[in-house]
């Protein structure tokens, strides 16, 4: 067999497991220190959904200049998301602080 036939067929063996391969669609949502419930549940609907449509979802909370105070609330207020979404999908990683952001990871979980 041709070395260049050979490296061809590789390649295009490649190229057909590479466009099966799924990709992850990663999906964020936003949430300050001392969201109210309106809000939060507006955004809740909006994670239900991505969950539902098969991405994963970023949850931050962003603390502006002096809200950093309130790392606590922050880190009730995306423990509080990942409960309600218990159903929909599990949490990858949980709440942590990366300079003035808390972020939280969630993969939705196998459809049956």
Same mark, same amino acid.
């Given at each position: 067999?041709?070395?260049?036939?050979?490296?061809?067929?590789?390649?295009?063996?490649?190229?057909?497991?590479?466009?099966?391969?799924?990709?992850?669609?990663?999906?964020?949502?936003? !949430?300050?220190?001392?969201?109210?419930?309106?809000?939060?549940?507006?955004? +809740?609907?909006?994670?239900?959904?991505?969950?539902?449509? #098969?991405?994963?979802? +970023?949850?931050?909370?962003? !603390?502006?200049?002096?809200?950093?105070?309130?790392?606590?609330? #922050?880190?009730?207020?995306?423990?509080?998301?990942?409960?309600?979404?218990?159903?929909?999908?599990?949490?990858?990683?949980?709440?942590?602080?990366? #300079?003035?952001?808390?972020?939280?990871?969630?993969?939705?979980?196998?459809?049956?």
């Amino acid at each position: 067999m041709d070395y260049k036939k050979f490296l061809y067929e590789q390649k295009k063996r490649e190229k057909v497991l590479k466009s099966k391969a799924s990709k992850v669609v990663v999906k964020e949502i936003r !949430f300050g220190p001392q969201t109210d419930d309106h809000d939060y549940d507006f955004k +809740k609907k909006h994670a239900e959904k991505f969950l539902k449509e #098969g991405a994963k979802l +970023k949850a931050f909370v962003f !603390f502006k200049g002096r809200s950093i105070v309130f790392k606590e609330q #922050g880190q009730i207020l995306l423990l509080r998301l990942a409960q309600d979404l218990e159903e929909l999908g599990k949490v990858e990683q949980m709440p942590k602080l990366e #300079g003035k952001r808390m972020t939280m990871f969630i993969a939705p979980r196998k459809s049956k």
